[in-house]
């Protein structure tokens, strides 16, 4: 589009006070106009914007003024393009005012804002004709909860369930924890009830007794095809909430525990099932149990088995043991735990257990469990008492840990590239960026809810029920309207591909952690718009520079770069570019500006969308305009990894290793370019962080390439 430009920079927050205001306009204009206003934020300072773009034909805004995350609705100016300069927190408010170094990083600042607005052109969301109907996977506490609630917010849903009837685990309980105040009594469980509303509901399809054949597409225009006895049937959906839940621990591999040797071992599952249907029994003779055993953490938190805690089997066992009581009030019950772990209200729970004569707690580590026949013995050391202990009773309940579903069985068989199932990160619960998605997977419209996605109790799967519902129920409105989901959430712009330059390297293809990418068979890619969650990694993937956005593109990072003025002449005074994650680093850096911290005014910050979209041409073109040294932020790696787009940071990693080879061979000392990983807490080391980095730059000596 043919752009007017207008530059508009507030003097308020110390701004005006801190820089020669008539230098920077200067500096800014010609060919823009500048105007400035000393509040800029208020309703008389944003009327100057727009009453020009009203009167004055202005159609893009460069906003120098405080950071672009604080008065996001005040600068909602009504024009296709928008860019916000951050004077305030990573200019005045980390620098020493009416410096000349500090003028100059204000001035590169407005250099930087207007030449990517002039790079920037108008997005063009992907706009098709996309389903809004939700499918859900699971018919049992959490799959249930999903489609009644998107049902309720007037969505069509289709629910599948594997079994010939509704209710999942729950179908078979005797009863259930307390979900309401005082959380002491045991409740009915609400299965039968949510089976009936379901079943009540006309927005909600069932399929019972079905399974998911294939999902091909992506959000609003994903093909379930859905496999019953009676043939399959394949529909148009929008988004897909994965209920699946879990199963018990593999009980087999539990011998040591009596599990196989003794009839009267029997797990928590089979318990349950026992009180459903009548007395507390043992199954060796079939008569009523006196005395029973709970052994905690069967085979979890254990390194051979399950090392993670299941969450519900300490809250169950409890249940479980007031079942005993309920059934026999002189039966005797022990419980044998490593930490009794019930969180909430749970606790109110677990005290009205403490209360009853006839229930014994002990803290210890089992050693044996024996008894082929009759009675079984259950020894443990490490008590509460300091002693070694032995238990005989009429029956042993192991609390077994919960395995997700999709451990054995990729449930959806996603027609992806890059497989059916959906990626895990451990222990195959399905991975996301688990501090702020927790509903998210990688595979962008489907949402995991309930035990697939984290151990938990019933309680806890009803919100997640809900909670993933609402998820799709977004996904499916933004995709209608061509906009990104999460974590660049309402971003119209999406990745443009100049296929006539690609080589099929496939780069692209391997590196999208969100299998937005499938490939032609020259291994050509093939984009899927509504996967995508607008991270750029494929951006800094390709060597032929051919992936852009219509507002953020290799070219306009570049040209940013090429904005910095550098003095030649003053080759003592190091210039560093830091390209910054949007997520963390950003915010963190906003952070370290609002607490006032100073560090070295010769840093220049440009935000990137992902450290994972750094392109090595930005290297190459710093390096070779004389910038001494390229610090880049990413977001912390790794197991514990905290990088909104899962793996944008460990990749950038992978790719500095191989410029840091190549800037040895041509005699630029590698450490000029450097990652840092940094959490959104850790604004107050990036002062040191530079100040380290800066340091070393001045050992090394100016860049060779500076002049040239």
């Known amino acids: 589009m043919d752009k007017k430009i207008g530059v508009y920079i507030c003097t308020g927050c110390d701004i005006g006070d801190s820089l020669d205001m008539e230098r920077l306009v200067k500096a800014c204009s010609p060919p823009h106009e500048t105007k400035t206003h000393e509040f800029l934020c208020s309703e008389e300072g944003t009327k100057i914007i727009h009453d020009d773009v009203k009167n004055e034909g202005v159609n893009t805004v460069v906003i120098g003024a405080c950071s672009p995350r604080a008065m996001v609705d005040a600068f909602r100016i009504d024009v296709p393009i928008v860019e916000r300069v951050n004077l305030r927190e990573h200019v005045v408010w980390t620098h020493e005012p009416k410096e000349e170094a500090t003028q100059l990083l204000a001035e590169d600042y407005m250099a930087m804002g207007i030449v990517k607005a002039q790079k920037r052109e108008p997005a063009e969301p992907h706009i098709e004709d996309t389903s809004k109907a939700i ?10 909860t999903a489609a009644l609630e998107a049902a309720a ?12 009837s509704l209710g999942g685990h729950l179908a078979g309980a005797y009863k259930d924890i307390p979900s309401q105040a005082p959380y002491r009594d045991l409740e009915a469980p609400l299965a039968a009830e949510k089976v009936k509303a379901v079943e ?5 399809k069932v399929f019972t007794g079905a399974a998911i054949d294939k999902v091909a597409g ?18 148009r959906v929008g988004s897909i909430v994965l209920a699946t839940g879990a199963t018990p621990y593999d009980t087999s591999k539990l011998g040591h525990l009596g599990y196989g040797s003794s009839s009267n071992v029997v797990t928590s599952a089979q318990m349950e099932e026992m009180a459903a249907r009548g007395d507390i029994i043992r199954p060796s003779d079939r008569k009523k149990a006196s005395s029973v055993t709970f052994i905690q953490c069967a085979g979890s938190r254990d390194k051979d088995h399950l090392p993670y805690c299941s969450a519900n089997c300490c809250t169950n066992s409890l249940k479980q043991a007031m079942y005993v009581r309920e059934k026999n009030p002189d039966a005797e019950v022990t419980i044998i735990y490593r930490d009794m772990r019930t969180p909430g209200n749970n606790e109110l729970f677990y005290a009205q257990a403490q209360e009853d004569p006839g229930i014994f707690f002990t803290k210890g580590d089992v050693t044996g469990v024996s008894g082929n026949g009759g009675r079984v013995a259950v020894t443990a050391e490490n008590t509460l008492m300091g002693e070694n202990i032995r238990i005989e009773s009429d029956l042993v309940v192991l609390a077994t840990g919960m395995v997700p579903t999709t451990v054995e069985d990729p449930i959806l068989n996603l027609q992806y590239r890059q497989g059916p199932a959906l990626p895990d990160l451990k222990y195959g619960f399905p991975d996301s960026h688990f501090i702020c998605f927790p509903y998210e997977t990688q595979r962008t419209g489907i949402y995991a809810a309930g035990t697939v996605r ?21 996904c499916v409105e933004l995709v209608s309207q061509g906009k990104a989901v999460h974590p660049r959430v309402g971003d119209e712009t999406f990745p443009e591909f100049f296929l006539n330059r690609c080589t099929q390297c496939k780069r692209c293809t391997d590196e999208c952690p969100f299998g937005t990418l499938d490939e032609d068979e020259k291994g050509t890619p093939k984009p899927n718009p509504f996967r995508c969650r607008r991270c750029g990694i494929c ?3 390709c060597p032929e520079r051919i992936i852009s956005f219509k507002d953020y593109s290799v070219d306009m990072i570049s040209s940013m770069i090429k904005a910095i003025e550098i003095d030649e002449d003053e080759e003592d005074i190091p210039v560093v570019i830091a390209l910054i994650c949007e997520n963390d680093a950003y915010p963190a850096l906003d ?11 010769y840093v220049r910050f440009i935000p990137l969308r992902c450290a994972g979209g750094t392109n090595l041409v930005w290297i190459s073109d710093a390096l070779s305009k004389g910038v001494d040294g390229i610090m880049i932020f990413g977001c912390k790696h790794g197991d514990d990894y905290q990088c909104h787009f899962i793996k944008g940071s460990e990749l950038c990693d992978i790719r500095l290793s191989k410029v840091q080879e190549t800037l040895d061979r041509i005699q630029l000392e590698a450490d000029r370019v450097k990652l840092f990983q940094l959490s959104i807490n850790e604004y107050d080391k990036i002062p040191g962080l530079i100040e380290e980095f800066i340091e070393a730059l001045e050992e090394f000596g100016p860049n060779p390439f500076k002049g040239m």
């Open 454 to 474: 984290h151990p938990m109790d019933t309680a806890g799967a009803v919100q997640d029920g809900a909670g993933a519902a609402l998820k799709a129920i977004q």
């Open 218 to 235: 992506q959000p609003g225009l994903f093909d379930a095809t859905i496999k019953t006895g009676g043939g399959e049937e394949t529909l």
């Open 153 to 164: 917010a007037g969505y069509e849903v289709v629910l599948v369930e594997k079994n010939d």
């Open 200 to 204: 009540a509901e006309s927005k909600i």
């Open 591 to 601: 952070m370290a500006g609002i607490n006032r911290l100073k560090y070295s005014p």
């Open 135 to 144: 499918l859900v996977i699971g018919g049992g506490a959490t799959g249930m």
């Open 539 to 541: 951006m800094g993937s």
